[in-house]
């Protein structure tokens, strides 16, 4: 018996029968026309008009508001159209259209059983090398010169000024609830790498739930120290994405029994976009 219910999100409706075949939900994102086979982000409760900004925590959204009740109590993923969860670190050179439905991950095995959720394995921030720093964070490090010499000082939340704006992780932190505030702030200004690509595997809608219950409020508060309509750039127009990725490591790392799985990488649009023109 399947363990494992995985919706797999992506941008163009041609990319159904794929997703299907790979024993996955398809989930379409954005304003094209997805027919009613799709699950989407755009009915019910939801706040699909944000998806430039939020990336695929709209559909998380519908999910929390629409749907958290009919999903069983079995392991739940999220992969995307290039993105995906596997059992062995594939190099992206070894995958392609006709490999990938063996290589991507289908059932939970028996030995994760005493584990909570899964996530991908950790990209970490400070291993560039100083000169690139350099060249996009000098203003960061003529105030904090100890960053040129000290690779334990670049933690997350300095990745996050270089990336999305100086303070501006910091800044969204003051507006957590008190649960989450002080040990968040903890982490990012610790941990020099996180779970990366907003994906992971719960094991318990419950857990998903208290997770749902304790992003969004808090996105929602960013919204009105952020905005939308004067966010420059796509580090800053997907910030409600990459903040929510930060946290996403956090939480399921404080809250659950955790261990990690590779992510391959293959952009199904190469070869299924070609063929649909």
Request: proline letters at 3%.
């Amino acid at each position: 018996m399947k363990n494992l219910k995985m919706f797999c999100t992506t941008l163009e409706p041609n990319h159904y029968e794929f997703i299907k075949k790979l024993g996955y939900i398809p989930v379409g994102l954005g304003e094209k026309d997805f027919n009613n086979n799709w699950f989407k982000d755009n009915s019910g409760i939801n706040i699909s008009k944000k998806n430039k900004n939020y990336g695929e925590y709209t559909y998380h959204y519908w999910i929390w508001k629409n749907y958290l009740d009919k999903l069983d109590d079995k392991w739940i993923g999220f992969c995307q159209y290039r993105k995906f969860w596997s059992m062995k670190d594939y190099n992206t050179k070894n995958t392609n259209i006709d490999s990938i439905n063996n290589q991507v991950l289908k059932q939970i095995p028996k030995e994760f059983e005493n584990y909570e959720s899964i996530l991908g394995e950790a990209m970490f921030v400070n291993q560039w090398r100083t000169m690139k720093f350099l060249k996009k964070a000098m203003k960061i490090f003529m105030k904090r010169p100890i960053l040129i010499l000290n690779k334990k000082k670049r933690n997350l939340n300095f990745h996050f000024d270089l990336m999305h704006g100086e303070n501006n992780l910091n800044n969204a932190i003051n507006l957590l609830d008190e649960e989450n505030k002080n040990d968040f702030r903890k982490f990012v200004n610790k941990e020099v790498s996180f779970n990366p690509h907003n994906m992971f595997i719960c094991k318990s809608k419950v857990k998903l739930k208290k997770y749902y219950e304790a992003l969004f409020p808090w996105l929602e508060k960013c919204e009105k120290l952020f905005g939308f309509e004067n966010l420059k750039g796509y580090g800053n127009i997907r910030i409600y994405g990459f903040l929510a990725e930060r946290f996403m490591s956090y939480w399921f790392k404080k809250n659950t029994k955790h261990t990690t799985l590779p992510i391959i990488f293959y952009d199904i649009r190469k070869d299924l976009n070609k063929t649909s023109t």
